[in-house]
């Protein structure tokens, strides 16, 4: 017998007849009874779906639950949209790192806030300080934005650099739904420019200048002839929402809007909201000669003549500016005049601070490296 397989046979195998199955009557209605107890049950149970809660409002203590999810199409449950999501979200983030202080409604009344010399910001009143719009308007998300990341110096508003991006602008939404009238009246904000800084902020022609512009913008009232309130007349007030304020010391801690040139330029044209006005583009621009002569009782006659060589860069008066000068020109002078307040304002800050105004009187008592050692920042 030979071990060798035989080979395979080429013809290919023809297919029989294939055999089928006769549907009958019996066969075909279970299928139809089982299809349609199927559809019964899924329409029954469609038609006892729970629909999903509306968005939680602000002074709601309890988060949304949703018992089961249903897929819709877009727009058939306006209930259910992206702010709705960011909101909810930003509740969560609002009850972690905000209540304590603001409050469970978003009024400034947190178990914290009696503790506090500056309050809270009362959020339902839509009234904020640090704006990039101008003073009758409602700030950008953006201006909320920057005040959750850098925070507030010297209050308690802590900065949130390693907060989460989506958790920033979650929280956001959630602190515009404190205020009914936002979407109303946001479409009224009006957006302060503020150019980029030149270069030459240091230069001593440019802070000569601002020391003009500071004396005739009146600066001096409230800040004082030298920036620490010598000389003001007005040293204390009331803000918008009852709290006692004080102006600010130039020379001492950081700007609260924030100390980069942009910072200062943006804070006095678009002013602190019940505290400081704005100072819009004509009004910088009307820095004239006459009026600093006027202003010459502010300051010693010895700063007064050396400050003579900077005047002959103003108009003689305001007169020339607002009927001689075309608009580009006054907006010209009025962002040139800025800038040099700017530049003066940064001139007063300084990174040390004397044993005196650490210590007081107590600084005579000390000689040597210890008052060295007590004046260092």
């Known amino acids: 017998m030979s071990l060798n397989a035989p080979p395979p046979d080429p013809t290919p195998r023809q297919p029989g007849p294939r055999r089928t199955r006769p549907r009958t009557a019996a066969t075909i209605a279970p299928l139809l009874a089982g299809v349609a107890l199927l559809a019964l049950l899924h329409g029954g149970a469609r038609a006892q779906q729970p629909a999903a809660p509306a968005a939680a409002s602000p002074s709601d203590p309890k988060p949304l639950v949703y018992p089961k999810w249903e897929t819709v199409p877009p727009g058939d449950y306006l209930g259910y949209n992206q702010r709705a999501s960011l909101i909810q979200r930003g509740r969560g983030v609002y009850l972690k790192y905000c209540v304590g202080c603001h409050g469970p409604n978003g009024d400034g009344k947190g178990v914290a806030a009696a503790r506090l010399i500056t309050k809270p910001r009362d959020f339902t009143s839509g009234v904020f300080k640090f704006r990039s719009t101008d003073s009758g308007s409602l700030p950008l998300e953006s201006d909320l934005y920057r005040t959750i990341t850098r925070g507030l110096s010297r209050v308690s508003m802590p900065a949130f650099p390693l907060m989460p991006e989506t958790e920033k602008l979650a929280v956001i939404e959630y602190v515009k739904s404190f205020y009914p009238r936002w979407d109303d009246e946001k479409d009224q904000r009006a957006v302060v420019p503020v150019p980029r800084a030149p270069a030459d902020l240091k230069d001593p022609a440019r802070i000569a200048r601002g020391r003009v512009v500071y004396l005739e913008m009146q600066c001096s009232q409230c800040h004082g002839v030298d920036g620490r309130g010598a000389g003001a007349t007005r040293t204390e007030y009331i ?139």
């Open 239 to 377: 803000d918008a929402w009852g709290n006692e304020q004080k102006p600010f010391n130039f020379t001492r801690g950081s700007l609260k809007g924030g100390d980069d040139p942009e910072d200062i330029y943006r804070t006095f044209h678009t002013g602190l909201r019940s505290i400081m006005p704005a100072y819009d583009g004509d009004t910088m621009a009307g820095a004239s000669r006459q009026g600093f002569n006027e202003r010459k009782v502010a300051i010693p006659d010895e700063e007064f003549n050396r400050l003579q060589a900077a005047l002959t860069d103003f108009p003689a008066t305001p007169d020339l500016v607002y009927e001689k000068m075309s608009e580009a020109e006054r907006l010209g002078l009025a962002q040139r005049n800025s800038w040099d307040l700017v530049a003066y304002i940064q001139s007063l800050r300084t990174r040390t601070t004397t044993a005196h105004a650490v210590l007081g009187d107590r600084a005579a008592d000390l000689t040597g490296p210890a008052a060295d050692a007590a004046g260092q920042k």
